[in-house]
């Protein structure tokens, strides 16, 4: 059974820093690219950044360029993306996602199998 465990999520000040962290199990966690996307209230899901599997290539929606950073540990199975510069509009539950080939971490979300139950980050003013 494949499972997505996000933490790290928490109430942050405008510029101020925090680090997500997913820890997966259930399957061969070398084998794929991840991911995360967030859903903000009211609003659709929205791709972040992903990796392949790997970790030597990854991708950033323009959105988040520069602010945040992704990596994994294979060993750990683990994915991080580290959250710096953070601003209101970054206000969204996070959810780590596990795409369904190696190579593919582009921001089409049909290409995601699974997600984690998410993790909320809220950016004050």
């Known amino acids: 059974e494949v499972q997505l465990v996000e933490s790290g999520g928490g109430l942050v000040q405008s510029g101020g820093s925090l680090r997500l962290s997913c820890q997966a199990s259930?399957?061969?966690?070398?084998?794929?690219?991840m991911g995360w996307v967030r859903q903000a209230p009211g609003k659709a899901v929205e791709w972040v950044s992903s990796?392949?599997?790997?970790?030597?290539?990854?991708t950033y929606a323009d959105s988040v360029r520069g602010r945040f950073t992704i990596s994994r540990d294979n060993a750990q199975k683990s994915v991080n993306l580290q959250m710096d510069n953070l601003k209101p509009g970054d206000t969204a539950v996070y959810y780590c996602?596990?795409?369904?080939?190696?190579?593919?971490?582009?921001?089409?979300?049909?290409?995601?199998?699974?997600r984690g139950q998410g993790t909320q980050v809220t950016v004050s003013s």
């Open positions: 990796i392949n599997y790997s970790g030597a290539g990854t």
């Open positions: 996602v596990k795409s369904n080939s190696k190579y593919y971490t582009g921001p089409r979300l049909g290409e995601y199998d699974f």
């Open positions: 259930g399957f061969t966690f070398s084998n794929y690219a």
